[in-house]
């Protein structure tokens, strides 16, 4: 018991004497820990930066049937292969078109087809609208209604056209 003391007593005393040489390896000692935890943490943000990154954008990529001459479809056999890709958990094809939204009275006197256009614009056909890139980035939002996926059909408008139309998703004549 006597011993241990000793040593104690001694280490306080020793440490009392170099107080300087004890500061300057505490500091070192400090500075160190800090900077290892300060870069532990660095790491764990990035890290859960970067996993919230790939949940909001997703880590996806595009085949585009352009291949710069002329313009090759992408067929279903290209879609399952591409599929059955391991590490490939959905895939959603599109199709970009002009919308021609025609005035029924005036298709129904048979004028000239042009004449009857009442709104024209771009639309879109995917099979889920969830995974277009359009939702994805965030340009477009869902504000009402669901996503159209290949098992439920629908259509999804801007709501200035759905509005101008009386288009609503729950009321009878509107819109699925």
Not at 23 to 30: H, N
Not at 143 to 172: C, M, Q, W
Request: charge should be negative.
């Amino acid at each position: 018991m006597n011993h241990k003391t000793n040593l104690g007593i001694r280490a306080v005393l020793h440490t009392a004497r170099k107080w300087k040489k004890t500061l300057l390896v505490f500091c070192l000692l400090l500075a160190i820990t800090t900077l290892v935890l300060s870069g532990l943490a660095i790491a764990d943000a990035q890290e859960e930066q970067s996993e919230e990154l790939r949940g909001v954008t997703g880590a996806s990529f595009t085949v585009n049937a352009n291949n710069g001459y002329t313009l090759q479809p992408v067929t279903d056999e290209m879609i399952e292969e591409i599929a059955a890709i391991d590490g490939v958990e959905a895939y959603n094809t599109s199709q970009w078109t002009i919308v021609n939204l025609y005035n029924q009275d005036t298709l129904m006197k048979g004028t000239d087809e042009r004449e009857g256009v009442a709104d024209l614009f771009y639309g879109s056909g995917c099979f889920d609208s969830e995974y277009s890139p359009l939702f994805l980035s965030g340009a477009l939002r869902l504000t009402e209604g669901r996503h159209v996926t290949d098992g439920n059909g629908g259509i999804i408008l801007y709501e200035g056209l759905a509005d101008k139309y009386g288009f609503n998703g729950g009321s009878p004549g509107g819109i699925p």
